[in-house]
């Protein structure tokens, strides 16, 4: 298909092209010409990195900033058919760098993807991670290397390392129809002046280009979405009539949303006149504004108050647990968590929007009414657990509690590797089984 693509995942604080553009000829010159990557207020960016390939190729970089709240949104993004690029800053600790974190959220989306870990600035400090203990748990880690974009150190050993890993990407020789390449290049000619396709626009310019059968349309444009060239959720009725050219219009849409002051301020719940409000620009046309809201639906970003008329995003909502409640029920079940990634609380509370009790939701916790019981799940991030206490009548527990772990389970079971360990009050630790 003559392309790859690189997913770089980092610490907020270091700028992509302040490594993979440097040198060893020039100290550091943020302009040069063989990488260019503009940084985004919002933190993801995407370029391309022209290098030395066994046939003519070109690799597309996505770079994902570290801001927590726009975490949420990289799945987006995370597929299969990359290669993944962790970059650290060496002046940190492992812990303070999140490493595992990142890497089951990379184990999650990409599979078996193949993972560089770099460390840049170790022109200030060396690269302090246990490597032996990580490439034997994570077994995808293919290297890991130490930079300076300062002094250039490391630079021409990351930038062969790509060349070889994305060469060994299995998609990267594929052989595919001459009229595939056609489509892609000529959607790829269509990004570059706007930011949607419908569906029937793509079918038209799939027939134009002699891909006329189903299987081969719909196989095609899979494809095409895992690559990274247009964004499409066939099996999504909610999406499927619109092809996403530009990912930055989703995403752009998603973070201003999400980093709304007004939004903020009333708690996580967004309006339509409010939606009308934070996206009233250009190229969010109004008939097109609820397709980002549909997107942050289908990735339990958001979930609907009144269909189509009002939302809540839990992000947003206050921090604190509300002072008024009172709950006197008994500890029931707790999961510990190698890695907790808050969105696990935030979509455990998307499913389960229609059970919260008296509006007691908060940005880590929830109140659930479920039959004749109420529950209280709550996450603590920073100990990696979520705990679930019950209130009722004790031979209707344990059915509130199996709806309850049913849906983390589900939400477990999406994010590979994650297992969490399992305690009850009348059971030893288990493993997720």
Known sequence: MGGGYIRSVKHPQIPLNHFVTGSRQNAFEENQPKLRVSQLANGRSISQ??????????????????QEIMHATHQFFLTKRSLYMLVLDSRLTQEENRVEYWLKIIQSFGGESPVLIVGNKIDQHPL???????????????????????????????????????????????LLPETWFTVKTKLEELGRQSNFITHDKYLELCAENEVSDETSQRTLIGFLHDLGVVLHFQDDPRLEALGILNPQWVTNGV?????????????????????DEILNL?????????????????????YDIEADKTFLVPDLLPKD????????????????????????????????????ENGFVWRTGVVLKIGENKALVKADIEDRKITIAID?????????????????????????????????????????H
Request: aromatic share 8%; hydrophobic share 35%.
């Open 128 to 174: 302090d991670i246990d490597r032996t203990g990580l490439q034997k748990k994570y077994p995808n880690i293919v290297g890991i290397l130490e930079t300076s974009a300062a002094t250039g150190a490391g630079i021409e050993e990351l930038k062969a390392a790509i060349t070889e890993q994305v060469n060994n990407l299995p998609h990267v020789r594929d």
């Open 392 to 432: 009722g009548q004790e031979h209707t527990r344990r059915d509130a509690l199996s709806a309850i772990r049913y849906q983390l389970d589900e939400i477990h079971a999406s994010i590979k590797g994650l297992n969490p360990e399992k305690t009850s009050p009348c059971l030893k630790p288990s493993q997720n």
């Open 321 to 356: 647990e509300p002072a008024e409640l009172k709950f006197n029920g008994v500890p029931a079940f707790e999961y510990a968590y190698p890695v907790l990634p808050s969105s696990v609380i935030t979509r455990f509370i998307v499913r389960m929007n229609q059970k919260i």
């Open 255 to 275: 973070y201003k949303i999400l980093n709304s002051h007004t939004l903020f301020q009333n708690k996580g719940v967004l309006t339509t006149s409010m939606l």
């Open 282 to 302: 250009p190229e969010y046309p109004r008939g097109k504004r609820l397709f980002i809201v549909d997107m942050m639906k289908k990735f339990e970003l958001c």
């Open 49 to 66: 990195f022209k290098t030395k390939f066994k046939s003519k190729s070109s690799i597309n970089i996505w770079d994902f900033g570290g």
